[in-house]
Structure formats: structure tokens, C-alpha cells
């Protein structure tokens, strides 16, 4: 039996993020999944790292996030909050997280959420990341709204490439070693639509709905995205010329037109 965890950064429970979350953990349990949630505005998960979250940090001492959290995870000492969430990473064989793109990124809570909950000396540490990291065998797909047409977020499109805005995200789950599934994005999703198009809307929207349960069916047969291995990289962490390059973010040529 798989366990599949549902994160969902949405203030609304009612959005259309919140039904396609709940699409997903109906799809999971009607294949026998054990399904964990973490809603995080529900939850008020704090997504603001500080020295407050941890009483053994010397009040004298400038608050380094990452020496802190190494500590805690030592110490036994991890913020409670923290501490459950990385025991459901740790759970989890899947992750599906449900957000929207706000200013051409993920919400802010969420973010967060990969900030504590990706606690360094718990889920990753100096020796293992990338292709040695802790959550290696894990997958993760991110299903993704956004209030842009698909040719508006298209590689040419006036509101830039969907794919390169959500690249920093699905990096953050590759440094931890994440299996990361092309990702799921549905279109023009706001609340100004009106008439014939708000009809077009609801019938696409239930239809995506709907189709989540092939999708978590088929979710270890879904495509990848491919990321250079840690072989790929020289001694001095820079791309050898003679490996491909799967994205703009890493290249072996520099300049806006490569």
C-alpha cells in the first residue's frame, strides 16, 4: 500500500484548488492509498523560519537557519510543527501538491513550507542532496493553476514560460533527490468570468476533476523531468561542456538569446 501526501497552498478550501486536492485524495483512497494532508493556510502553518521556533538558540547569537535546524534535528528538538510535517515527507512514497502561481511563483506559504519543512539535518545535509539525497524513490507531481491563458504561459507567451517560473520549485525537490513528474497546469482559472466562458470554465474545471483519478492511476508511469546528475559537474560545480543541458537555469553557454 502506497501513502500519498496532499499538500494544498490555497486560502480558500473552497477554491478550485481545494476540490482538485480532494479529487486527488478521492483517486488515492479508491486505489487503496493512505492518504496524509497537509492544508497549510487551514493549518496556519507559519511559514516564517526565526529564531523564536527554537528555544535552544543563544539569544546572543545571530540566528543562522540552517546551523538551527541541523541542531534540532540532532537534539531532538524540532518545532512541533516542523517535526510533523517531516514525519509525513518521511511517510509519504508520493506527494502531489496543489497550488496556484501568484506573481509567477508558488504562494508564499508554500515556499515556507519547503523552507522548515525541508529541515537541513532531517530530510537533506551537506552529503546528501541531488543524486544522494534522503528522499531518493520519492515522487512528487505539482498540480498548478494559473489566471494566464496556456498561449500566455507558453515559452513565447507574454506572462513567461510556465515551465521555467515553476523550475526553481521542482529543483527544490530534486536537491532533496524527489522523483519530480512533468508538472499539471490548468489555465484561466479567476473569478472574472462571465457568461459563455464561465460555462466553458466550469465544464473544463469538472472535467479536470474528473480525470484525477487516471491520473493518480497512472502516476508511476507519468513522465519525469530530467535534471543533470552530479556527474554532470566538474570539481569547481559547473556544468562539463560535453553533458546536456535539460534546462536554461544550468548551460554550458552564457547570454538571454542561448
Known amino acids: 500500500m ?6 494544498l497552498a ?6 478550485f484548488n481545494g476540490a482538485w486536492s480532494d479529487a486527488t485524495e478521492a483517486a488515492a483512497r479508491a486505489q487503496g492509498d493512505r492518504v496524509l494532508r497537509s492544508d497549510l493556510c487551514q493549518m496556519g502553518f507559519d511559514a516564517v523560519e526565526r529564531a523564536d521556533h527554537y528555544r535552544n538558540w543563544p539569544k546572543d547569537t545571530p540566528f543562522d537557519p540552517l546551523k538551527a535546524q541541523e541542531g534540532a534535528a540532532a537534539e531532538g528538538a524540532t518545532p512541533t510543527d516542523v517535526a510533523t510535517e517531516v514525519d509525513k515527507i518521511r511517510q509519504a512514497d508520493r506527494i502531489v501538491l496543489h497550488f496556484p502561481l501568484w506573481w509567477f511563483a508558488p504562494p508564499a506559504i508554500l515556499k515556507g513550507w519547503f523552507e522548515r ?41 507574454k506572462e513567461g514560460d510556465v515551465r521555467l517560473l ?14 519530480v513528474l512533468e508538472p499539471l497546469v490548468v ?11 464561465l460555462t466553458e470554465l466550469t465544464e473544463r474545471l ?8 487516471d491520473v493518480m492511476a497512472g502516476f508511476d508511469g507519468h513522465p519525469r523531468l530530467c535534471f543533470n546528475a552530479d556527474s554532470d559537474f ?25
Not at 490555497?10 to 477554491?15: D, K, N
Open 117 to 157: 519543512a525541508f529541515q537541513h539535518g532531517g530530510l537533506h545535509d551537506v552529503d546528501n542532496r541531488f543524486d544522494s539525497g534522503l528522499c531518493r524513490g520519492k515522487s512528487v507531481l505539482m498540480c498548478v493553476t494559473t489566471g494566464s491563458r496556456a498561449e500566455e504561459s507558453a515559452f513565447n507567451g
Open 234 to 258: 566538474d570539481e569547481t560545480g559547473r556544468l562539463r561542456a560535453d553533458r546536456p543541458s535539460y534546462s536554461p537555469f544550468i548551460r554550458t553557454t552564457q547570454g538571454c538569446s542561448d
Open 187 to 197: 489555465h484561466g482559472v479567476h473569478g472574472y468570468h462571465r457568461g459563455e466562458r
Open 206 to 213: 469538472g472535467n479536470v476533476l474528473v480525470n484525477q483519478a
Open 2 to 7: 502506497a501513502t500519498t501526501l496532499i499538500v
Open 10 to 15: 490555497h486560502p480558500e478550501r473552497r477554491s
Open 166 to 179: 515553476l523550475w526553481p520549485t521542482a529543483y527544490t525537490l530534486r536537491y532533496l533527490g524527489f522523483d
